[in-house]
Nanobody, 120 residues
C-alpha cells in the first residue's frame, strides 16, 4: 500500500513563505509524476504545479514566479516552495503522485491535504 504524507502548511502573513513537503511510503519503484493542487472554500480543486517524468514543469498562471515545485527521487519526496504568498493563496493544498509500485502497477494517489492560510 502506498501512502502520501504532507507537511509544511500553516498560517503566515502576506509576503511570507512556506515550503510544503510530500513524502511517499510503501512499495514504490519510482515516482512517475507529481503535482500540487489546492482547493479554497467554495471553489473547485485546481492544479497549482506539476512535474512529469521527463522533468517538464507546469505552473498555474496565478503562481508563476512565486512558487517552485521540486522533487527528490531518492527520498520519494516532492516539495512546493511558496514565496510572496497572497491572501488568495489560502486553501487546502493536496499532493498528488503517479507512482509505479514494486509490482509494476501504476497508481495515482492523493495526500490528506495541508492547510495554508495567508493573512493580509
Amino acid at each position: 500500500q502506498v501512502q502520501l504524507v504532507e507537511s509544511g502548511g500553516g498560517l503566515v502573513q502576506a509576503g511570507e513563505s512556506l515550503r510544503l513537503s510530500c513524502v511517499a511510503s510503501g512499495n514504490i519503484f519510482r515516482i512517475n509524476a507529481a503535482a500540487w493542487y489546492r482547493q479554497a472554500p467554495g471553489k473547485q480543486r485546481e492544479l497549482v504545479a506539476a512535474i512529469v517524468s521527463n522533468g517538464k514543469i507546469n505552473y498555474a498562471d496565478s503562481v508563476k514566479g512565486r512558487f517552485t515545485i521540486s522533487r527528490d527521487n531518492a527520498k520519494k519526496s516532492v516539495f512546493l516552495q511558496m514565496n510572496s504568498l497572497k491572501p488568495e493563496d489560502t486553501a487546502v493544498y493536496y499532493c498528488n503522485q503517479e507512482i509505479r509500485t514494486g509490482t509494476g502497477v501504476d497508481i495515482n494517489t492523493w495526500g490528506q491535504g495541508t492547510q495554508v492560510t495567508v493573512s493580509s
